[in-house]
């Protein structure tokens, strides 16, 4: 059965001859990359696609539409690099929660790469893509397997994807309050784990009224209001990682009767 619990803290990080260092360093890195990358993301894909074009800054009507657009190379690269992350990521852990929601959630975005979402602007009544002749702008699975069964995947997909983030940073909150009892930090995790629910939860209320703030749609603000929380979560708790590069060493806690507290991955 998958438990919270992982192995004990390892007495000095810095240690390169040590695998038990040398493994949690390696999951500080991952939480660290993936947590930058949540974060650069939303905001790499508007401006990039304002200075391939020449032209002012806009946003689109969700995240994953920027796969229809100039930006569709760095919006395949960079979520198949998280995704891949989140599979190795606690992968010689694989009895803890950690391990099987990274996991799932890896599938997930990769899917969500793979299997793209509707095409952007298309008139009503126009072709989708699976029909003869091709339409302009459909992926080689939209045409094998049809829009919209492809667009379903997706969005079922974004939806394991989300669940999982906002699983694993309650997951993180439970530790930091349990072994390193820092209410604040705890306190933060619940925050970024809260947000993402929100967020969710705005993405439906708001597109059932359709309530739009300017360009933002609230797919689009929902998504980038997840995201950042899930990118946040996941850069607080690779903050171990500016010890190890800085060199300080850290003294694993040791309670009373004299046990290594559990390492809070």
Same mark, same amino acid.
């Given at each position: 059965m998958a438990t919270t619990d992982t192995f004990p803290r390892?007495?000095?990080?810095?240690?390169?001859?040590?695998?038990?260092?040398?493994y949690v360093r390696s999951y500080l890195n991952i939480r660290t990359v993936v947590g930058i990358l949540g974060l650069a993301l939303p905001i790499a894909f508007i401006f990039g696609e304002a200075a391939y074009l020449r032209g002012s800054v806009h946003v689109r009507g969700s995240i994953s539409a920027y796969y229809h657009s100039s930006m569709r190379d760095l919006f395949v690269a960079g979520l198949s690099v998280v995704g891949f992350l989140l599979l190795t990521y606690m992968s010689a852990q694989p009895r803890t929660w950690d391990y099987w929601l990274s996991t799932i959630a890896g599938v997930a975005v990769i899917g969500v790469v793979f299997f793209p979402t509707r095409r952007v602007g298309i008139e009503p009544g126009a072709p989708l893509c699976g029909v003869e002749p091709e339409p302009a702008g459909c992926a080689p699975i939209q045409q094998a397997l049809g829009e919209n069964t492809v667009a379903i995947v997706h969005f079922a997909c974004a939806a394991v994807f989300i669940s999982c983030l906002a699983a694993i940073a309650f997951i993180f909150a439970y530790r930091e309050k349990k072994y390193e009892n820092d209410r604040r930090m705890a306190l $933060?995790?619940?925050i970024c784990g809260w947000a993402i629910v929100?967020?969710? !939860?705005?993405? &439906? +209320?708001?597109? $059932?009224?359709r309530l739009s703030l300017g360009e933002l749609t609230p797919?689009? !603000?929902?998504? &980038? +209001?997840?995201?950042?929380?899930?990118?946040?979560?996941w850069l607080l708790k690779g903050r171990n990682l500016a010890a190890v590069v800085l060199?300080?060493?850290h003294e694993p806690k040791v309670p009373s009767d004299g046990v290594s507290t559990p390492i809070t991955p």
């Open positions: 390892p007495a000095d990080l810095v240690a390169r001859t040590d695998p038990a260092a040398l $933060l995790q619940k929100v967020a969710v !939860l705005w993405v &439906v +209320v708001g597109g $059932l009224l797919l689009y !603000l929902g998504e &980038v +209001v997840a995201v950042w929380a899930f990118g946040t979560s060199r300080v060493d």
